[in-house]
């Protein structure tokens, strides 16, 4: 079966780093993906991940190894606003979006 | 309006009720999808359009309908629902549909109860 793993809950401290990991195992793979969801509100794209390597985009970064099937998304200097779940997808051999369940983050003070 | 719009918001039926949620997107893209979003699990896929055309149900049951006249609209029709029905639906969008590299932008969705 299809499977995408990542931790149910985060805390971090505004200002700090926090690293968000996701392991997957799917029929095929067209691309990884990373949303974020406030509460209440609508999924929004963060980035994507084809290659092996890291893609930068301001304070969000994210990686990917697609030998071993692991994905991890960086937030630096954190922000209150950045309190929030962050979801992975991996696009399969169908180019159908398999998703995981989020991983909330909370940021204190 | 931009990006992708869903009405309403909030819904609550009995189980005996017909309903429609719609959807539109304001973005010129080709696909539009239908999700299931209940807490704690991962986003449900439950129905494809590309280009007006169905070309995924993932099993879905009968009681759910969709349609979509024309690639901007999107509608998912709704009767005798159950209680565990009750969700958050989300409409998306994206450039087109199996092929790689595009991402999906999302409505706001409706928020779902069936009592």
């Known amino acids: 079966g299809q499977n995408i793993d990542q931790p149910t809950e985060m805390t971090a401290t505004e200002g700090a780093i926090v690293q968000i990991n996701c392991t997957y195992q799917?029929?095929?793979?067209?691309?990884l993906f990373w949303y974020q969801q406030h509460a209440g509100e609508a999924p929004t794209f963060l980035s994507y991940?084809?290659l092996d390597g890291l893609e930068e985009k301001g304070r969000f970064s994210s990686f990917l190894s697609r030998s071993k099937g692991y994905s991890y998304l960086l937030l630096k200097e954190l922000q209150m606003k950045d309190s929030a779940s962050y979801l992975c997808?991996?696009?399969?051999?169908?180019?159908?979006?398999?998703w995981g369940a989020g991983t909330k983050l909370i940021i204190k003070p | 309006e931009t990006g992708v719009t869903q009405t309403p918001r909030h819904l609550v039926m009995g189980m005996t009720n017909k309903k429609s949620l719609k959807c539109e997107q304001h973005?010129?893209?080709?696909?539009m999808y239908w999700y299931k979003q209940s807490a704690k699990k991962p986003l449900e896929l439950m129905f494809v359009?590309?280009?007006?055309?169905?070309?995924e149900n993932n099993s879905v049951p009968s009681r759910f309908s969709p349609e979509c006249p024309n690639s901007s609209h999107l509608f998912l029709h709704l009767h005798t629902l159950q209680p565990e029905d009750s969700a958050l639906y989300l409409c998306?969008?994206?450039?087109?549909?199996?092929?790689?590299?595009?991402?999906?932008?999302f409505g706001p969705g409706t928020r779902l109860t069936v009592t």
């Open positions: 991940n084809v």
């Open positions: 997808a991996v696009m399969d051999s169908n180019y159908q979006l398999i």
């Open positions: 998306a969008s994206s450039q087109a549909a199996g092929t790689g590299g595009y991402e999906q932008y």
């Open positions: 973005l010129g893209h080709n696909a």
């Open positions: 799917t029929s095929g793979f067209n691309g």
């Open positions: 359009y590309s280009l007006e055309e169905r070309v």
